[in-house]
């Protein structure tokens, strides 16, 4: 069945695996970005390979942009919405430096506020029990220092996910996903600046590799599919068994040098 999809941060990174596998599998995709050149790049690349994509650019911090996106969407689609995914963050330092009140207040808007506002401007408007995923982050549950308002835009979208879940039962099933260390190269046209991969890098992970956005794409696949609506409210970590290693100084290599 063809489907209507919501993505946010849709032009890069895992949001634009998410764009494309979805499209590729028939589904019709509105995605909103910030970014205005990878989202025109996207938009004509789905469309000269005849894929249903239609972008939009806009900050979703600012909840015009949020009305006018949603506008745009029930307008074109009145029967509205299968599924939202809520995928964009960034991240914006913490309280040992680089993060003003500002600052923390914006990640919040993206990470938290966002998703809880497409979440009420589509509530009436999803075509029988629809479904919506949060991406969240392993660093909702452990932290690096001065990652601050990333973690709590990803604790509160994790808790953002249940609260929903509860509120919106017989319209939507809400879950999360908390991905871990995933390699966004491919997705993104200009190259990213990414620390090289080691081999203890890999070792680190019990599934001896880092995670790449289809790990993440076939997540999402499985939680919109109709035949897991049993699965709600919940969240699943998708980090290659990283965060399960109990590390102790001196076990197994490991040295705390603080
Ligand atoms: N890549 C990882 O290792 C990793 C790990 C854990 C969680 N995540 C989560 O996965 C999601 C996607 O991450 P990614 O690595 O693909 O990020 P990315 O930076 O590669 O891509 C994010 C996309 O979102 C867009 N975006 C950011 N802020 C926006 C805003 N205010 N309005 C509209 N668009 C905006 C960006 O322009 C970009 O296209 C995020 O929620 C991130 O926190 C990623």
């Given at each position: 069945m063809n489907k209507n999809f919501v993505i946010t941060g849709?032009?890069?990174?895992i949001g634009r695996c998410l764009v494309e596998y979805f499209a590729a599998k028939g589904h019709t995709i509105y995605f909103i970005d910030k970014d205005p050149e990878p989202t025109e790049e996207l938009i004509k690349r789905m469309h000269r390979i005849n894929q249903q994509v239609t972008g939009y650019v806009g900050d979703i911090a600012e909840k015009e942009t949020l009305e006018k996106f949603v506008q745009k969407i029930l307008i074109e689609h009145p029967e509205g919405i299968h599924c939202l995914i809520n995928n964009a963050c960034l991240m914006h330092g913490g309280i040992l430096k680089d993060c003003s009140y500002d600052d923390f207040l914006y990640v919040q808007r993206i990470g938290v506020a966002a998703p809880y506002m497409l979440a009420l401007l589509f509530k009436e408007h999803f075509c029988g029990l629809g479904s919506i995923v949060n991406i969240s982050s392993t660093r909702a549950f452990q932290s690096q220092p001065n990652t601050e308002s990333y973690t709590a835009a990803k604790g509160g979208i994790t808790a953002l996910t249940h609260a929903l879940a509860i509120s919106l039962q017989g319209i939507a099933r809400v879950n999360s996903i908390a991905p871990g260390w995933?390699?966004?190269?491919?997705?993104?046209?200009e190259p990213t600046i990414n620390q090289p991969v080691t081999n203890s890098d890999l070792e680190q992970h019990p599934s001896g590799r880092i995670g790449n956005p289809m790990d993440i794409a076939h997540a999402v696949e499985f939680l919109c599919d109709e035949q897991n609506s049993f699965i709600n409210g919940e969240n699943i970590t998708i980090d290659g068994g990283m965060s399960r290693l109990m590390v102790y100084h001196n076990d197994y290599g490991w040295t705390y040098n603080k």
């Open positions: 849709g032009a890069a990174g995933i390699d966004t190269k491919d997705y993104h046209d």
